[in-house]
């Protein structure tokens, strides 16, 4: 995991001020979400970070573009899976993804989620838990917790990268 100081970079430093807002712009288009919004842009930008050794100036903006559409699409095709998944349960219509080995891999994919969300230090676990479970926003969650909304999106950054990370080596 890198350390603050090696996170920074020039390129991405301008990239991020520079193109920020319309990123936003672009996911809150698709998404019509303005958390779920913030979130992706934020994303968009960490994942530039890991490929920081490959950018140009001039194709940084591309890259930047790529990057977030490919996050939206991940998004979409997750929360599309969700309501079919939960109009299923709702309705009681048997369909594929109903059947009772698909409901143990739920089961399990949750149960290893709370296992690397427990390891979290404190705070970290406590945003993560109220923003990935109790679905709450960067801002409710920084005035009930008397954060910053900058700390709490950092621990849900962390948060997600450690539980990611986690997961691909479990599947």
């Not at 090696?6 to 390129?11: E, Q, V």
């Not at 992706?40 to 559409?69: G, K, N, S, W």
């Not at 917790?145 to 691909?168: A, C, P």
């Amino acid at each position: 995991m890198k350390s603050s100081s090696d996170i920074s970079n020039p390129l991405v430093d301008r990239a991020y001020r520079k193109y920020r807002e319309s990123v936003y712009r672009y996911i809150l288009r698709k998404l019509e979400c303005e958390a779920d919004s913030e979130d992706l842009t934020q994303d968009t930008f960490l994942r530039l970070l890991d490929y920081d050794r490959m950018l140009r100036e001039d194709t940084v903006c591309h890259f930047i573009f790529t990057i977030a559409r490919n996050l939206v699409n991940d998004w979409l095709r997750r929360r599309y899976k969700r309501e079919e998944i939960t109009s299923c349960l709702m309705e009681g219509i048997p369909v594929s993804v109903c059947d009772t080995e698909s409901k143990v891999v739920a089961g399990d994919l949750a149960r290893l989620e709370m296992r690397r969300v427990e390891r979290l230090p404190a705070r970290c676990r406590a945003v993560y838990a109220l923003h990935r479970f109790e679905e709450m926003t960067a801002d409710e969650i920084a005035a009930r917790m008397n954060l910053s909304k900058r700390t709490v999106e950092g621990h849900i950054l962390l948060g997600r990268r450690q539980v990611r990370e986690f997961m691909k080596q479990c599947i």
